[in-house]
């Protein structure tokens, strides 16, 4: 295990009789690095984030938090750590306010004023009963919680599941400022613009396996480019784009203009150098996005 890490897994499984819900889970997440886990229903994401804060306990491997042992770190360790789970669910007629204000005393070191703050960013009416069915006010409840004593390390389980767009950038911004104050965030989300946006690294598992990981940039290289490039006139040779290294698909359109579509993967080197022996008036190339390579990844484990 690394030291000094926020996080640190090393084999880490769980099974349930014959069903593996998570093998031989090896991750180490740094302090101050905005983790994503990626993955889509019933792949492992909630049931690593369990085992992490010991609300299950592993079949295999270990775990280390904030240079702790979960099973043992107990209260003065919790202190140190916000946790949002997928599901709440609130009983009993207490209100938001009552409920924040109980929990802080718990945690301890929550700054005066720090929940109205955070309810007046998410707009959350703190004086609402938590029965309410409202996911929405459920959930900017469990987000004032994990956020409001400004924990060594955020462990966030679909953070955004609820909110309206405004309020998932009002969340993202919290993320920004809890990096810049050194903070740790380890987040799953089904929402890969949101991991795009945020991570400076991901995990993608898969059926209960991690079968990538590192950068997101790493996670988008190698993904397919769309490009559209128009041409003045009705330029001879672009037949040869189809036979370039990497050029899936390749469509021209003659006109008053030509229009080339190409679908790249790799380098966009050679492909741009043969269009520019002609007058380009317009070029669009469509970087890879991070769905697309999540996607590929999830085909290439299927087969």
Excluded: C, W
Aim: proline residues 5%.
């Amino acid at each position: 295990m690394t030291a000094n890490a926020a996080l640190n897994a090393a084999g880490l499984g769980k099974s349930y009789g014959r069903h593996v819900a998570l093998e031989d889970l090896d991750l180490t997440v740094g302090r101050g690095e905005v983790f994503g886990l990626i993955g889509p229903n019933g792949a492992g994401k909630t049931t690593t984030m369990r085992l992490l804060l010991d609300l299950i306990r592993p079949t295999t491997g270990s775990v280390r938090i904030l240079g702790e042992t979960p099973r043992t770190g107990g209260a003065a360790l919790r202190r140190r750590l916000g946790y949002l789970p997928g599901e709440l669910r609130f009983r009993g007629r207490a209100t938001s306010r009552q409920l924040l204000q109980h929990l802080a005393g718990l945690s301890g070191g929550v700054k005066a004023g720090a929940i109205e703050r955070l309810a007046e960013r998410l707009d959350l009416a703190l004086d609402r009963p938590l029965y309410t069915p409202s996911k929405g006010n459920r959930q900017k409840t469990g987000l004032i919680q994990a956020f409001m004593h400004e924990p060594e390390l955020l462990i966030l389980d679909e953070p955004t599941s609820g909110l309206d767009p405004l309020l998932q950038q009002e969340f993202r911004e919290l993320i920004r400022e809890a990096q810049a104050n050194g903070q740790t965030v380890f987040l799953s989300s089904h929402v890969l613009a949101e991991i795009e946006q945020l991570a400076d690294r991901a995990g993608v598992l898969q059926r209960g396996r991690l079968i990538r990981s590192g950068p997101v940039s790493s996670l988008r290289a190698g993904t397919r480019r769309h490009v559209r490039a128009v041409l003045a006139g009705s330029p001879e040779g672009l037949e040869a784009l189809g036979q370039l290294p990497g050029v899936k698909h390749l469509h021209v359109r003659e006109g008053a203009e030509t229009v080339v579509e190409l679908l790249l993967e790799g380098s966009l080197d050679a492909p741009v150098k043969l269009l520019a022996r002609h007058e380009v008036r317009d070029l669009l190339i469509s970087e890879p996005v991070l769905e697309e390579a999540v996607l590929d990844l999830y085909r290439e484990d299927a087969a």
